[in-house]
């Protein structure tokens, strides 16, 4: 997708955007899907650890509304993502599989929460669900679940096979939204003749000050082309600075017999978890 020259891997420099006052993104967007992305950390390192993991794709399944669920680790750091075609969906999946089938008690004896992101529309429905759940999270007042809202018109493929591969951008805003969201355009316009991706989806913090970029890929080698491609074409620093990327799959990046410039200081940002379980749940 991108490339920019390495900057500190933390998400707390202050920032502005340039002239602009910055609306709500969330408000942008009242249909489509949602991804949440949850950050666990292991706390007791239990063989049934990816058992509860598998369990929870299977029980997906009765939800139709339920399009995908992967786990990833990385040492104790364990990784969900959840996409959901509705809110509504999402609710039902907290209800059902969560709660109902008692695997979210099972997995909060094992981990503890450290983060929950909610990529797509903000649902007032969702937030208290993340609020009220410190009976089951270890987490003494509730999950605080961060919205962040969608941009432009994401790009999103029919997945012709299991595809567990992704990447995760995540940028801090320097310059003008407008000009931002001009380059965003392009660069959409761009992935929908890159056979490669499958998802390109980008999301702004309520506040304007953090930009997230969204990717997936068909399979490990296609995750690396695409990858190499979009380092030809860096990001403008004038407009956004890359932070930290998360790499999802069966493999981390690797450079090749020839790497593109820039290729050392963005792997410097760069952390790598592995699928868990036999399973990745997609629809």
Not at 68 to 92: H, I, M, N
Not at 113 to 129: H, K, N, P, T
Request: overall charge negative; charged content about 25%.
């Amino acid at each position: 997708m991108l490339a920019a020259s390495a900057h500190s891997k933390t998400l707390d420099s202050p920032t502005s955007v340039a002239g602009k006052k910055i609306e709500d993104p969330s408000a942008t967007s009242r249909q489509g899907h949602v991804v949440t992305r949850a950050e666990l950390e292991i706390i007791v390192d239990d063989p049934s650890l990816a058992t509860i993991c598998e369990e929870l794709q299977i029980a997906s399944r009765r939800n139709a509304g339920v399009l995908e669920v992967e786990w990833f680790r990385d040492g104790r750091e364990l990784t969900l993502f959840q996409t959901y075609a509705s809110s509504e969906a999402a609710a039902k999946q907290h209800a059902e599989a969560w709660v109902g089938s008692g695997i979210g008690r099972r997995l909060w004896r094992l981990c503890r929460v450290v983060r929950v992101i909610q990529y797509g529309r903000y649902d007032d429905d969702l937030v208290e669900i993340a609020r009220t759940a410190d009976a089951f999270t270890r987490t003494a007042d509730g999950i605080v679940l961060e919205v962040h809202g969608p941009l432009g018109q994401p790009h999103r493929r029919p997945r012709p096979v299991c595809a567990p591969e992704r990447v995760i951008y995540e940028m801090e805003v320097v310059g003008d939204l407008e000009a931002i969201n001009e380059d965003i355009r392009v660069r959409q316009e761009n992935a929908r003749s890159d056979p490669d991706l499958l998802d390109f989806e980008w999301f702004l913090t309520p506040d304007g000050r953090f930009l997230t970029l969204l990717c997936t890929y068909a399979d490990v080698l296609a995750q690396q082309r695409s990858f190499v491609r979009s380092m030809r074409n860096p990001l403008p620093e004038s407009l956004m600075l890359l932070k930290s990327m998360r790499t999802y799959g069966h493999a981390a990046l690797r450079p090749g017999n020839d790497p593109p410039p820039g290729w050392t200081e963005v792997m410097l940002l760069t952390e790598h978890q592995e699928p868990v379980g036999r399973r990745s749940f997609q629809r």
